[in-house]
């Protein structure tokens, strides 16, 4: 009987639990998470299972697609996680403590679209500074060489030498294309005579 027991245990506990028809639908939904487009008609507790497996290009994706439906009950904290993951943790308690102290609520896709356009325009302008910097420089050193090198500018010269003549000699003296002297071995040299007298 203590060997009858202990088998149906070791069958309790290695017997793997089956998933339900809604589970291997969820499952094959986040597999196929880069497809998703307007989910207005899925149920609030399965978009809740499916949507924190997208990327943030995905998660747009779903948010404009979606017509007739506002998703930031269910969207809202995986904005705030992608706005602290790429604008950090100080950012994120700073844009809470602002809304905190207005008394302002925003959906966090906003938040993240604003701080995005924000940080954008930051970039653009820091290299516009730098390409700046670098023409200021390049002019600096290119007058420095120019007065060192004691050359004013480039100018454009007309060239004073004559073109060498069209009727070249290619082999020498004794007639246009009949100089075999210069030919190493005696076979190339019957060759190239028989050749040329054709």
């Not at 979606?66 to 996680?81: A, E, M, N, Q, V």
């Not at 679209?113 to 050193?141: C, H, P, S, T, W």
Request: hydrophobic share 35%; glycine share 6%; with cysteine.
């Amino acid at each position: 009987m203590i060997s009858g027991v202990m088998m149906r245990r070791r069958d309790e506990i290695c017997a793997p639990k089956i998933p339900t028809l809604v589970d291997l639908c969820v499952q094959k939904v986040i597999d196929n998470v880069r497809y998703l487009g307007n989910v207005g008609y899925v149920d609030q507790h399965l978009l809740e299972r499916i949507l924190p497996h997208c990327t943030v290009d995905q998660l747009m994706h779903v948010e404009k697609s979606t017509k007739g439906r506002d998703l930031s009950p269910i969207t809202d904290k995986l904005w705030k996680k992608f706005f602290e993951k790429q604008f950090g943790t100080n950012s994120t308690n700073e844009v809470v403590k602002r809304m905190k102290e207005k008394k302002v609520s925003f959906k966090w896709i906003q938040l993240y679209e604003a701080k995005g356009k924000e940080m954008a325009q930051v970039e653009n302008e820091a290299l516009d500074r730098i390409k700046q910097l670098y023409k200021k420089e390049d002019a600096i050193f290119t007058t420095k060489y120019w007065i060192s090198t004691g050359k004013q500018s480039r100018q454009v010269r007309p060239c004073t030498k004559v073109p060498p003549s069209s009727k070249r000699r290619f082999w020498g003296d004794n007639g246009p294309g009949y100089n075999v002297a210069n030919v190493k071995s005696n076979i190339m040299k019957k060759a190239k005579i028989e050749f040329m007298k054709r």
